[in-house]
């Protein structure tokens, strides 16, 4: 855990789920696409559902 920068001492203090997710989380690169990004590939604009097609 110090190759983490976290000492023992506040690993006993942490939320466990918390500390496990973060530590878990992708990288922004592999992450999935969030609903408005899906919109805008597909050629439709989130804000107002209008197709720019």
């Not at 530590?23 to 408005?36: D, N």
Request: hydrophobic share 30%.
């Amino acid at each position: 855990m110090t190759n983490l920068h976290i000492l023992p001492s506040e690993v006993e203090q942490e939320n466990f789920y918390r500390l496990n997710e973060v530590l878990s989380a992708q990288s922004q690169e592999e992450r999935p696409m969030t609903g408005s990004q899906f919109m805008k590939s597909l050629g439709i604009d989130p804000d107002t559902a209008e197709q720019s097609i």
